[in-house]
């Protein structure tokens, strides 16, 4: 089959105008990070379930592989199509209906290409909570948060996207549809797919639509920003933080200095948080669905305790709405100032939480070591013991020359996370941008099951070639 | 290789005092539920993770078949062999240590054949709180807790086994063993291996350690039971229940009226809970790990609440663990005392929350058209969806002659539950028992699926054949 004749087959089956030829797809060919310049035959934009079924169907007929797309705003490159002559990309936007809540079992069943905005409002509207929030949530679709299992800022008390996921409807790569949107809390009738599919990177099926699990609203909050010396404190103040509050620690961000002083810096709003620096920053947020004010309480006995105990030097509390909004921005803030500073490499590490201290007082001394001059500005989920090791360039250097050193600092890095027992891809995923990492770092037994679970599901390899599954 | 050959193989690895012949194994060749009677050529116990992998290598080689058993509690025959010439049991009962309890990052390293109990205690001692918690926790071992995806008391709260997991180790069919202990929170490098093994029943690879979450330990807590007419106000209450308590429901019983009144009859310390009977009671449980005091005010105003839209007959409130303790008693007391009461047919079902009342309804009038004189006695975890529908014979009718009717109940029962889009194997698994239920209800889209991950993890069928996966 031609080209030719390929497209005219998916434009009987959406519609012509839902066919687009890659010069006319620029915003479905860009990455968001730059790292790629992807490339397609078409995008196709299905209306549903059954139109993703058919196209898929037409593409393994007329050999096109297909990379399924949702909001585009993935890390790792997992929606950049990879070949301008035997790739399609099938975007799922036009799936993007919240297709019921059901309160009475607090779930919600989302298609793959509701922007996250809009499925945390539906719930809202039905007096319930969608704890999934990350910074990309007005751009970022539901179908990409569920292919890279997407963590974010709730996870310590919600878990990743997984953990709040009860259900899927996939598009398999024969063309055939599992439907199981059956919202069962319990189900052990056979193996557990449910979670295969998520954070597997559309390389497995083409997630349609998800029935997840909702919370309610939280009613009582206290945000607090503390000043420390050690990381180690900022391990201990998570524990107690979880038992003293009963599992309410909704937030729970650590921040370096050079972290804090680039956002002060860089973004409007965001003040030195006090008197003078300290080394590290850890902003704890306590939050519960119960009414009551018993965790400003709470947060008082833990701080005194930690004190008491000279564990940390300073603390603001917030407890009204706009002063926590205030201590939020300088969180939220460290990811554009770093862009605003220039060039920047960045590592999306995991560790037991109690090894974090460790592991930082590896890496800090041997990136530095390894890039004279660099200015590491880590921060991140402490309490999921995932960090975000990005480092800055030193002052006033140059970019480029600085990212020509990406590869050597990855390795520096990784070697000591994989060492520790750690994960080089926490929260971003493998996707196109670490898949040589993980055929390098991975036990050959764990690739050898992936590729033997990848050939089960997809034996032609017709699903996000490239991605996430190294090549044998 | 004979049979002998291959018993002696398999001593050179464990030692000759290992390796039992089957009649020397009663209670390894023991159904719990008897509706099996188990058959192997042998009973192998290793000692640790590298002498199951040789076992396992060893069996290959042999042409032999491996069935893996920790407690042997389980309810659907999954560790009963089927072959006295060419299966082999492989016991973890020796690998019962608690490995790790690694507390700042609140977590738990066990061994597959770990009485479950034991652990519990091990996360005590830590100051920690391991919730997983069945009738059997004295006997059955955390081995069969992960191949079952075991659910129990307390999933309303914290989730089945599955969710408590964040790494495993693992046996596989070809003797390679995968290390996934670190105990990572967060680690998305490649596909979601560790959720597939849990639930697997065995039929994937064999699960020697996991790395279990853990909790704090309960501080406030309070019991009530509640006498209803109808469950949906059970439905309703569960989820108020929910919400005003900020997700502390902890226990969420719905017990039938004549599952209560059996075990008034036959178990010691069960009394009439109300001067007057109900058709439905609900035992409710809320408890946090927080210091406080504020449970039993929630408690309260969800009840008084209740009262006043008339969505409950009685209640009896216990805040002391006495009172507690009484409670609970009852509706631990609803299994043993169907035993007393003779033959009963039994349903694991579940269903939407939502759903439950609609099942009800359903379910009750088709069972007692279809074998007249019988007493339904449903019971179970309703916050999670999941009904014991079982089934007492009629009053003083005959054992056997009511057991004939089991296949012709099942399908009653269950056609009303797959029609509702429910699971007829919620929390108990497959086994050997409902594998031919699962060809019948399961879509041939998901079956293909399982077979195709079985192949490709198990391709000679040598893990627990005939169990979970029905054959082609």
Request: charge should be negative.
């Amino acid at each position: 089959m031609t080209s030719n004749e390929a497209l005219e087959a998916l434009r009987d089956i959406v519609g012509s105008s839902q066919v687009l030829p890659a010069a006319d797809a620029a915003s479905y060919l860009k990455d968001w990070r730059g790292e790629f310049e992807p490339a397609a035959l078409a995008v196709v934009r299905p209306a549903d379930t059954d139109e993703v079924a058919r196209v898929i169907e037409a593409c393994a007929e007329a050999g096109l592989a297909v990379v399924a797309q949702s909001g585009n705003t993935g890390l790792v490159g997992g929606s950049a199509a990879g070949d301008a002559q035997r790739e399609v990309i099938v975007s799922l936007e036009r799936l993007d209906r919240v297709r019921e809540v059901d309160v009475d079992n607090a779930t919600m069943t989302v298609e793959a290409g509701c922007i996250l905005a809009d499925a945390q409002q539906a719930a809202a509207d039905a007096g319930l909570y969608f704890p999934l929030t990350l910074a990309s949530k007005a751009r970022c679709r539901i179908g990409g948060n569920l292919a890279t299992n997407a963590g974010g800022l709730n996870v310590v008390r919600y878990g990743n996207t997984r953990d709040l996921v009860l259900g899927l409807e996939v598009v398999l790569a024969d063309g055939r549809v599992w439907h199981n949107l059956s919202g069962l809390r319990k189900d052990n009738s056979g193996f557990d797919l449910n979670d295969l599919f998520v954070g597997s990177e559309g390389a497995l099926g083409i997630v349609t639509a998800a029935v997840f699990k909702l919370y309610d609203p939280i009613v009582q909050q206290v945000v607090a920003l503390f000043g420390l010396d050690d990381p180690a404190d900022a391990v201990v103040l998570q524990r107690r933080l979880i038992a003293a509050s009963g599992h309410n620690l909704t937030g729970c961000e650590l921040m370096s200095r050079q972290s804090v002083e680039l956002a002060c810096a860089h973004i409007e709003g965001c003040d030195k948080p006090f008197a003078r620096e300290y080394d590290w920053y850890l902003l704890a947020e306590l939050g519960s669905s119960a009414e009551g004010d018993w965790l400003p309480a709470i947060m008082d006995s833990v701080v005194a305790r930690a004190k008491y105990e000279n564990r940390l030097r300073d603390v603001r509390i917030a407890t009204d709405a706009a002063s926590a909004i205030r201590l939020w921005h300088l969180r939220e803030s460290l990811p554009p100032a770093q862009v605003a500073e220039g060039a920047s490499i960045k590592h999306d590490i995991s560790l037991p939480v109690s090894k974090l201290p460790t592991f930082l007082s590896r890496a800090l001394p041997a990136i530095k070591q390894a890039l004279p001059g660099v200015r590491p500005c880590p921060f991140g989920h402490v309490g999921d013991g995932n960090l975000h090791f990005n480092l800055s360039k030193p002052a006033g250097g140059d970019d480029s020359a600085f990212m020509a050193e990406s590869e050597h600092a990855h390795q520096v890095v990784h070697d000591i996370v994989v060492d520790m027992g750690g994960s080089f891809a926490a929260e971003h995923g493998i996707g196109r941008l670490k898949v040589e990492a993980l055929a390098r770092y991975k036990q050959p037994v764990e690739l050898d099951m992936m590729r033997a679970i990848k050939t089960a599901l997809d034996p032609d390899n017709r699903l996000n070639p490239g991605v996430i599954v190294p090549k044998l």
